[in-house]
Structure formats: C-alpha cells, structure tokens
C-alpha cells in the first residue's frame, strides 16, 4: 500500500467551519461564527492579523503609557504642577524645569503630566456615555422597528443637526465651569455633552448593523426556536454587530480629547485650577506669547496630539484587521 | 470569408472585422494555458494546461465546480485578470490564428469587446449604477467605433429591442436598478453582442436568475449565436441549463480540463469519473426516498493539489496508478473524445474489469481522518476568490 | 426627483422644531441666567429685569415663550446684544467674511483632499499611498487650534509669507486661515476617498469595463470614481458642522472679524441672547446646507431619487 503523502498547512488541524459573509454590506459588517467552539472565527482571525502588525502595539504601547500618565503622574513628575515661581515665568526649557515655564511659573513638564487625568478622562468617559446611548438606542431602533424607530430617528436628528462644537458651546454657556467647580463635576460636565451630541453617529451605525443582521437565517432560527428577544440579541446581533461601532469608538475617543481641548481653549470646558491639555494650550496661545516662548504651546500640543494619534491609530489598525476583504 | 456579416430585420450587424478571419473555422484556440495566483500563502496553479478549441458558430460549453477554474480561463483568455496575483505562466490563446496573449494592451483592447466580448453572472452588480443602461451600451459604439451620442444611443435602442426588452426607446434613460434580474441581463447581453463579436463568453449568465427566466435568456443566446454565427462558450456548473445548448462540453475540474466530448455522448456515456459522478448525482424522480449519490468530499485546495490524478481522492475507482504516477493526460479515448483518466476505456464501455475501489463513505471517512488536503474555510473563500479573480489572501 | 426633494423638506421641519427648542430651552428656560452679566459686577435691579422679562416673555409658559421666540425668529428678530445692538444685524455685517473663509477652506478641501484621495487609491500599498495616509492620520490627530497657532508662528511671523493677523478679510489676508480651517476635513476627505475608491476598484462592474475594452484611465476616471466620489460629497455637507466649529477658533486666533469671532466674545461676554442667537442661526444654516447636499445626492445617485 503506497503511502499517502499527508498535506499539512501552517494552520491547526480545527474542524471546518464556513465563514459567513454578508456580500451586500459596507466595510464593516462581517458576521463571525461564535458559537462552534475551536472554529476560525473572525475574532480569532483579527487577533492573528493584528498580532503581525508593528502599528497595533505601537499604538496600545502608547496608550498605556498615557492611561498610567494619567492614573499615576507622580510616576512621571515629582514636580508639584501648582508650584509657581513667578520670577521665572517664560523661561525656557532647563535642567530644573525640562519643558520651561509658562507665563504664571508654572513648571509646564508637571503640568503636561498632570493635565492627561482631566484630559484623557474627559475622552473615556464621553465615549462610554455615547457608545452606551447610541448601542441600546441603535438596537431598539433596528429590532423594534416602527414608530419607535421613527421617533428616535427624529430624536437622533436633532442632536445630530447640532454640530458638537456648538453644542458643547451651548451646554457649557448654560452650566458652565467656574472655578470652583471640582475637578470630576467639570470633568463629567463636559464629557456629558460631547457623549451627547455624539450618540447619534453611534446609534445609526448599531441601528445599521442591527437591520443587517437581523434577516439572517441564524437569527429567524432562534426566533423559530422561542428565543426571547433578549437573548436573541445578546447572543446574535450584538456580537455580530459590534465590530463597527467598537472601531469608531476607538477613534472617537481620540477625538473627543482633541474636542475638549478645543472646548477650553474657547474658555468653556474645562476651567484652570484644572490642569489639562486644553487649559494649557488656551494659556499658550496669543501670538505675542508664542513669539516668545513657544515651549509652553508646544510640549502640550505634542502630549495631546500624540495620545488623539495613538487612539486613531488604535481604530484604523483594528478596523483593517475585521475588514476581510483587506486581507 | 468574415464573420458576422449577416443582417436580420432589427439590428444591422457592423462589418468591421476586417483583420481577423478564422483560420480552418476556428475562431479561437487555447493551447495549453497556466495561469497561477501568486499570494503570500503560496502559488496556486488556477489552470494547469488547459486545451481547447471553438469553431464559427460552435457552443462549447465549460463545466465544473467552484474551484476548478473556468471563470478564471474566461478571464484568462479576455484578459481581465487581475495581475497581480494572477500571472499567465505558459500557454498560448489564438484568436483567428494570432496568439492575442503577445499583443499589446492596446491591441489587446481593440480585441476585448469588438471581437471577443463577455458576460457575468450578477448583472446588478455588472452594471455600474450609476450611469444609465443606454449610455453603458452606448459607450461600446462610443469608444470602440467613435460613434456621436446620438448615433451611439440610436443603436443602444436597436440592440436593446434585439434583446427583447420592452418599451426600449423609453427605457434607454433608466437605470440597471430599474429593470427586473432577467432584463438586467439581457442588457449586459446587448452590450457584450453591440460590436458583433466573433467569440461570447457567458460566465454563468443565469446562475442568479429563476428557472423559467433561465430558459429565455438560454433562448436569446442561442438565437444571436445562430444568427451571427458566434461562437458561445459557456460557463456554467449546472448540467441541466447546458444540455439543450452545448454542441460540445467541457469538464474542468482542478484547473484542468478531464473530460471533452460531443454533449450528447457526454451524457450517454462519460469516460471519465468525475463527470460520471457529477451526472449521477442530479437528482432524479424516481430515484426519490433514496439517498442522493453526491461524490463525497471537496474540491482540492489550489495550492495543494494532491499527487497524480487530483481526482483520486475522491475516485470510486482510484488505484495506485492513480495516486503515484503523473497525472494522466488529455487524450484521445475514443472518436472526437478526450478524457484524462488512466481507465476511460473501461469507464466507456462499462467493462467488468473497472474495479469499485472505495465507496463514498469511504471516501469521506477517509478525507476526515487523513486530512489529505485540509479544506479550511480560508481555503474554500480563497478559491471562489480565484475563481471570480478577486484578489485572493 | 421632485417627489424626492419635498419629502425632505418635510422630514426638516420637525428638526427646525426640535433642534430651535433645544436651543432655546438650554438658555432660556434655566432661571437667572439671561440677565445674568447685563449689570455689570452687581445684580440686576428688579425693575430691569421685570422689562428684560416682558421684553422676552420669559414669565409666560415655556411653549408660549417659544412659541413667541419663534415668531420673532421668522421674522428675522433674533433679539437685541449687550449693546442695544441687533443681533441680526451685527451678523449680517459678519456673515461675508466667514462666508468667504468657509468657501475657501471648501474649495482646498475638495481639491487637496480628492486630489490626495485618489492618488493614494490608485497607488494602493505603494509610497503615495503611504505618505497620504501616514499624513492625514498626523493632520487629525493635531487639533485645529494648535494648527493654527503653530501656522501663525511659522507662515506669519517666523516666515513671514501671510501676515499675522487677518482683521481686514481680504483675500490673501484668508489665505493662511483658511488652509488652517480646511486641514482637519482635508485629511477626513482624503481618507474617505481613499477607501472609497479602494472599494468600487474591486467592484463587479469595474470587471465589466475592462471586459468591454475600455482603457485603465477610463474605467477608473469616468466608471470608478463617479461611484467612489458620492459618499465624498454627502460628507462634505456633514462636515459643515466641523467646519462652524473650527471658524470659531480660527477666527479667534487670527483675529478675523467674522461670525465665529463674534460668538467667540458674545460667549466672553456672557451675552446670553447674542449667543442664542448666532448659535440658532449656524444650525439653521448648517440644516439648509445638509438639505442641499442631499439634493446633490440624490441627483449623482439615480438609486436614491427614482425610486
């Protein structure tokens, strides 16, 4: 009896299971078999692809470096950022102060330190609060279908005719910061309204997964089977559906940091004796001030703008791995 | 002697062929085609030497599962494929006698369309949305024969009433969306037919459409070939829709051609067993209540095609022969039949002496547990990617 | 296609509704606040603010005060400033130059961000494609306003090619801000093309192009990209929004006299009716402009309008 020459791939000797695919849908849609213990599912499958990738540990190494920047500052700095010494205001970057001086003497490397809490705090919490509202609010949306849909949709339309910025404008000129206000109330001020204005993107996504997945054979089956509507959604639609909206939040949160740093640079957000980005920046800014000593703009700016870039990144390197047509 | 000079009541059939003339009655000839997808993952060899020929006026019918790679020889021979991944590693395509694979890609365009033209399966996704039926139609006349708008739309409405489509003056403005899947499709028809071609490929044209609808696009084809004396090739894996139309047929499985022979001998008698296999399992009357005798197991993974035959895994008669020796060769088993086994005599004549080697059961059971060739789900994506020339992993 | 733009123009009014009561709610309704500021350090005399009241209803019901703000609002009343001024007025002299800032930030939108857009899809995986996505990814991660300081340092002062500030609005006075208005959605524009054009080059029908004989250029210039081009012009019109918000900081630090510098002060100035004001009338805005971009959808999409 000749012997068979066996075959074998680079992969693990797992059972077939097929990959579903939802041919008419955008990018994002893909439906991954959870159920079948030890399949390729498309988690797994990302999981691979993202493992291979230089950008993805790039952008969660520096993500992690700014969330313990935030948790632990006195990691960074032993420096207290409410120290200043006015004779020294402006003065450039030294061996005593490595980022310099801002105009009041503040040592801007402590307050650099010190602002990622507010915030990075700010961009969390504002994107709970808007993938919170826009994922049951979506999915109320797609399953119920009817009136209800209809009405959310008009709800969602009017918070979403408002742009964000003008919206946070407005919010924060009726409640604003004073500088009394302690640091988790002004905090959660400002992401509140920035979740707000947000959630609509996020429910239209969900709602749009939802109503995709919903007419798939695997859902009518449960259905079929007494599956209560709960279960059907926890274990089929969301899972299937979430991918998206956990890559746009991704990248949300990037930019709800660079929002709040806008809004306290206008002078509505957050309010100094709070430290963040945007106070910081806000005080930089004057073109007198940045002729003179553009340190206390810039080390800021570069914070800020590397932890938005770290968080976009995150999102993008995420969302090709799902994508299976990138692959 | 030119092709298509023929004029019917409707359409006034361009003569415009001038250069190219078959040579013998051979409109096109496909000597011993490779085409491989180079992909990180390894090279898959798509075709793997596959030969035919197609008279004037002849309807060669392609047959085969997803996987054995007649889109990608259509595609081979259109020059479409998308390269990369996919090279054409050998062979020659002769159109009229001229080997179109040396041409330039310009002269290779004016033989794409005018001269050897195309049609898919999903005309919805075929058509481009967002431009009308007409001036999709229309831009053949266009571009190819530098045709004004007008006179260009003037002929989009004669081939659209060629086609049959109701109300074709009024309907020229509208969009593919707009027309029901059977009306989607005779457009891209009237589109692939506009310049007269010598040569249409229909790349499974019914696939996606109902049985009844199946039958009248069958219809049309059959009518404009015998009219302007085209020659069809039709692709397809659906034995039923090839039956009335194919003069001769052609089993690919594997990237390789297994079988050719005259349709009606084909389905008399196959000499070869996979279309053996193939014909038994379509489902028949008054074999209801009894188990549908499928062949067992899968199409081979491309990149890792078993040694020798690559059917003899699945082979109810395999033997040693089949599994050592190097994979049998087209030939000649018997008047105008060609099949690549090493038993087709014996398959022919249904002699005694053909041994039943390994059941179905077996052959699955087998498959299971030895894993021959590991059909994992990026492996089946993977080669329907092929076959449609999509980019692969 | 008629049909079509009266079904959503009906479908905006209950937003105008919605979104003008939202507005209204948020400044008006909360106790003490609209005097608040008008009086200087003090607070404000009784008398003074039982006519502020009158002035603007605010002792009738909430609907009823609506109701009569709404009024007034189609009447093009938007209420008075600190100054006795009209707010209607002291945005109507406004409006040209942040008119002319937005459609210039606009046009380098389009043509930069298409541009970039479909060169990097085109040279998928190759160095064009790299550095346009490498660049756009920079350009958002770094806020307007940053942008705008840092360009102002470097193309105004350090440089000295625009000048610094912008206070007259002329034309090459808007060059710089309005390059800084338009990064962040240039890189949004880019990036959307990018991928959109990467999509429909794999799509069936780009197949059928070639298959009929057509050249590369025509089946990705004319067959391609007007696919790929109409989700790009819908978030144009989204983007308008974004670009309200960046006028108010770019307009603050290049001290441009335009509407966003406008509500940049009123806010300053605790200017409760300036601020209600200017803020209702860049949403009712940014609405007529969403309206019209999806008018210009339906007509560059025949699958959306005959249905």
Known sequence: MTELRRQRTDLSNEPVVPLQTDAASGPEEVLPDTTTPGARSLGSDAWRELRGRPMFWISLALILLFLVMAIFPELFTSKDPAYADLSKAREKPSADAWFGRDTQGYDVYARTIYGARASISVGILATILS??????????SGYRGGWMDSVLGRIGEIFLAIPLLLGGILFLYTFPN?????????????AFVIGIFAWPTISRLMRSSVLQVKPNDYVQAARALGASPMRIIGSHIVPNSLASVIVVSTINLGVFIAVEATLSFLGVGLVPPVISWGTQISEASGIGLIRVAPHILLFPSFFLSLTVLSFIMLGDVVRDALDPRLR | MTVGTGRTADVEVLDTRGA???????????????????TREGVAKAINGVSFVLHQGETLAILGESGSGKSVTAQAIMGILDSPPAFIAGGEVRYCGQDILKLSENERRRVRGPEISMVFQDALSALNPVFSVGWQIAEMFRKHRGMNKTDSLAQAVRLMQRVQIPGAAQRVKAYPHQFSGGMRQRIMIAMAIA????????????????????????????????????????????????????????????????????????????????TKGLLESIPRLDQKGETLDAIGGLPPNLMHIPPGCPFNPRCHHAQDICRVDPPPPLREVARHRFAA???????????????????????????????????TDAGLDHEEEVERGVEPQ | MGKYIVRRLLQMIPVILGTTFLIYTMVFAIPGNPVEGRCGERPCPPNYVAAFNAEYNLDKPLLVQYALYLGKLLQGDLGMNFYGNSVAHELAIRWPTTIKLAVMAIIIEIVIGISAGVLAGIRRGKFSDTLVTVSTLVLISIPVFVIGNLAQLIFGVRLGWFPVTATHGTFYELILPAFVLASLSVAYVARLMRANLVENLRADYVRTARAKGLSNARTVGVHTLRNSLIPVITYIGIDLGALMGGAIVTERIFNINGVGNFLYRSINQKDGVAVVGTITMLVLVFLFAN????????????RISND
């Open chain 1, 131 to 140: 993938m919170v509202l826009g994922v049951v609010i979506g999915i109320v």
């Open chain 1, 178 to 190: 004073g500088p009394e206000t302690p640091f988790m109330i002004g905090v959660t001020k400002v």
């Open chain 2, 20 to 38: 190219w003339i078959p040579v013998d009655g051979l409109v096109l000839e496909v000597e011993q085609l490779q085409v491989e997808f180079r």
């Open chain 2, 195 to 274: 310049l007269d071609p010598a040569v249409l490929i229909a790349d499974e044209p019914t696939t996606a459409l109902d049985v009844t609808v199946q039958a009248q696009i069958m219809q049309l084809l059959k009518d404009l070939q015998q009219e302007r004396k085209m020659g069809l090739i039709l692709i397809t894996h659906d034995l039923g829709v090839v039956a009335d139309v194919a003069d001769r047929i052609a089993v690919m499985y594997a990237g390789r051609i297994v079988e050719q022979a005259d349709a009606f001998e084909l389905y008399a008698r196959p000499a070869h067993p996979y």
């Open chain 2, 341 to 375: 086994c090493h038993f087709s005599e014996l398959l022919l004549t249904d002699s005694p002496e053909l041994e039943v080697t390994q059941t179905t059961e077996e052959v699955e059971a087998h498959l299971e547990r030895e894993l021959q060739y590991p059909m």
């Open chain 3, 291 to 302: 309206l019209i971009v999806d008018i210009l959808y339906g007509v560059l999409d025949p």
